[in-house]
């Protein structure tokens, strides 16, 4: 049984007839960290309002927990956590009153399942008599997390977790999904940063509401052509400019200080890049072979 | 029932933390019912008169200080001319001008008839239309005054006249007080209970709080309950401080039964929750749900037989006002405060609002989806 399952999953928005997400399938396997990673307006929040029951589908069919999320809605809001992208708890609320909240509603008590936020509430707990209204954005997201955790959870979706928070926090987060992941929670992920994807077990691109590549992170760098490389000189817009007119350049983009640029399959060296660009009259030009990045993968998968 | 006593306490919480919303509740109703029924004031008073005598006489100024003894005149001027006077109705100095003619004593007593001239600023209609009437009356009373003295004086029988006693009965010294104050108390309640009904269900909208609720097994029946009943109790706790307000400041002791009177509240509370819920369902933003819910209470206020008597508007207003739940909470507050109706009186009303609160409720329910 697969901890989430869609099957061509659809949804289409208003009298336009916008497509938000184009027949998705996918699925996640217990005690997975599945990532969907994606721009803004990919299609991740619609995918996560169908599964989460808040959002009835257009087209396709898909299960939790092996519950179908349309007959079975009931049963399956009991057995998932939701963290939707946006604080969503009630802010004049304090952060014990919040987790004592959700707690009651879900039949349980924080007693109960402390054992499941115990590493993300002793963070919590000097603030718990504050206002979930007044605390950090980094403190938002855990009160969050505690909040979609505490009735333990079979699956767990989180969209958007680290949208807006600082890099130490975000670091921290994924740690915790972790340990959580090792608990045996399944969890769906959502993310615009690349970086983050690295992490999951399993990765979805999507863009335009279609899914671009399914796989574990390693594999999908893995099919990346190996013939990628760093490129840096002065004037980087016009050095770009001549690299993508050069003949055995299958494209080149920036990227941080570098270019980075895609040889065509035949071409295994720069040293032909060099030559052509050198008789353009760059000079003091750096190249380096490098490893792809899924950034890497996403932007040719793009193309 | 454990899950609506977690609402319920969720939602108590909220609201005594929102120190403003509170303020509302309490300094709300207390403030508008010290204000409102003395500014909302249908007897005229203070209307600026300007008199032209053109006759100087004794009878003339008898009947000028008949009419500035009333209490409702003030007499602003005493232009010469008529068309000075004009000038201060244009300049909004005079409301009326009374021109007495030239020979008015000599003619009174001579022909036994004379013709004064009133003119108007009907600017302001009410004013105008009352100050008017006022004024005429004034003078025919001074008629009469001058016809009695005469017919004893040549010992002629007077002629026959109709004299009619009125005698104002449920409110016999005609206090506008007892009339607006149990109307105004029906509209705050209405406000509170309407309004916050529907804020606290946007407002839930608009942060998103509502999509957390939505995952939870929270069913759709406990997650409305949970916000109508605290504004149920609330709507109950201003009327009790309107009643204690109209006690201790106007002196207003109902004369029927103050039970019956909370019995009608009780059932019409949950008409104008429901309509509060309902518009909460059309509406996605607070700013929204407050100019929806602005429009129908002006509407409610002024269609509900509160300023301006039903029975006096055009037949289309009439059906309207029909279909307004404030107009029977005010017709019953008056019956109960004023005339002591019991509950047989009422009863037709109590089974209007049972049905507009079954009706909304409904409407609002249907229209309230937990999916979309």
């Known amino acids: 049984m697969f901890a989430v399952e869609a099957k061509e999953l659809s949804k289409v928005y208003g009298k336009e007839k916008t497509i938000a997400v184009d027949a998705v399938s996918f699925s996640v396997k217990q005690g997975e960290l599945f990532g969907l990673i994606g721009p803004d307006g990919a299609g991740k929040s619609s995918i996560f309002r169908m599964l989460t029951t808040l959002l009835l589908p257009d087209g396709g069919e898909a299960s939790v927990a092996g519950l179908d999320i349309i007959k079975d809605y009931k049963e399956i809001r009991k057995r998932l956590g939701y963290m939707p992208g946006k604080f969503s708890l009630y802010a004049d609320l304090t952060v014990e009153e919040n987790l004592n909240f959700f707690a009651t509603v879900f039949g349980t008590t924080i007693e109960e399942n402390y054992h ?5 509430y002793v963070q919590l707990e000097p603030f718990k008599n504050r206002r979930a209204g007044k605390l950090s954005g980094g403190m938002k997201q855990k009160l969050a997390l505690c909040c979609a955790l505490i009735h333990k959870p079979e699956v ?7 949208t807006g928070v600082d890099p130490v926090s975000r670091k921290e987060f994924w740690e915790m999904l972790k340990r959580l992941k090792l608990q045996g929670i399944s969890i769906l992920v959502s993310t615009p940063y690349m970086d983050e994807a690295a992490l999951c ?22 099919a990346f052509p190996s013939n990628l490389f760093a490129l840096k000189g002065p004037s980087m817009y016009t050095l770009l400019q001549a690299t993508n007119n050069c003949p055995m350049v299958e494209h080149a983009y920036a990227f941080g200080e570098y270019a980075h640029v895609i040889l065509r399959e035949k071409e295994q060296s720069p040293d032909a890049l060099l030559a052509y660009l050198v008789e353009k009259d760059f000079t003091a030009l750096e190249i380096k072979r490098i490893v792809p990045s899924i950034e890497d993968c996403f932007i040719r998968l793009l193309r | 029932m454990r899950t609506i006593r977690l609402l319920l306490e969720k939602e108590f919480r909220q609201i005594f933390r929102n120190k403003s919303i509170l303020a509302l509740i309490l300094v709300m109703p207390t403030m508008q019912l010290i204000i409102l029924p003395l500014a909302a004031n249908y007897e005229v008073k203070n209307i600026n008169l300007a008199v032209v005598d053109n006759d100087h006489s004794t009878s003339s100024a008898q009947m000028v200080n ?3 003894a009333s209490g409702y005149f003030k007499l602003c001027a005493s ?6 006077g004009m000038e201060l109705i244009e300049l909004d100095k005079a409301d009326l001008i009374l021109e007495i003619p030239a020979g008015f004593e000599r003619n009174i007593t001579r022909e036994g008839s004379e013709k004064v001239f009133l003119a108007v600023n009907a600017i302001n209609g009410v004013k105008a239309g009352l100050g008017g009437t006022y004024l005429s009356t004034i003078i025919k009373n001074y008629n009469q005054d001058i016809l009695l003295k005469w017919a004893q004086a040549s010992k002629i029988p007077a002629a026959p006249q109709i004299n009619i006693t009125a005698s104002n009965w449920f409110n016999p010294s005609l206090n506008y007080n007892f009339f607006m104050v149990p109307g105004i108390l029906a509209i705050l309640v209405t406000m509170v209970g309407g309004f916050l009904t529907a804020l606290n269900i946007v407002k839930e909208k608009e942060l998103g709080t509502i999509e957390q609720i939505n995952v939870t097994p929270i069913k759709k029946v406990h997650f409305i309950l949970g916000k109508l009943i605290p504004f149920w109790i609330l709507g109950n706790i201003v009327f009790t401080i309107g009643l204690l307000v109209s006690y201790f400041i106007y002196g207003i002791v109902p004369v029927g039964n103050l039970a019956l009177m909370y019995a009608f509240v ?3 509370l949950p008409a104008v929750l429901g309509f509060g819920l309902l518009v909460s369902t059309f509406c996605e933003t607070q700013q929204q ?6 429009f129908f209470m002006m509407i409610f206020m002024l269609m509900g037989g509160l300023f301006t008597p039903i029975e006096s508007m055009p037949k289309w207003a009439q059906m309207v006002a029909q279909f307004n739940p404030v107009t029977y ?4 507050m008056r019956m109960i405060v004023l005339k002591g109706s019991g509950f047989r009186d009422v009863l037709p009303h109590f089974f209007t609002i049972i049905l507009f609160g079954v009706v909304l409720n409904i409407l609002a329910i249907l229209n309230y989806r937990k999916t979309s």
């Open chain 1, 201 to 222: 077990d399993k990765i979805a691109l999507i863009q335009g509401g279609k899914i671009l590549s399914i796989d574990t992170p390693s594999a999908i760098v893995e």
């Open chain 2, 329 to 332: 909470l005010i017709k019953v």
């Open chain 2, 289 to 294: 749900a407050m100019f929806i819910m602005f």
């Open chain 1, 116 to 120: 499941l936020i115990k590493d993300i």
């Open chain 2, 66 to 68: 008949k009419i500035v």
């Open chain 1, 156 to 162: 767990l979706f989180l969209d958007e977790p680290t």
């Open chain 2, 266 to 268: 009780i059932a019409y």
């Open chain 2, 79 to 84: 232009p010469a001319t008529f068309e000075q």
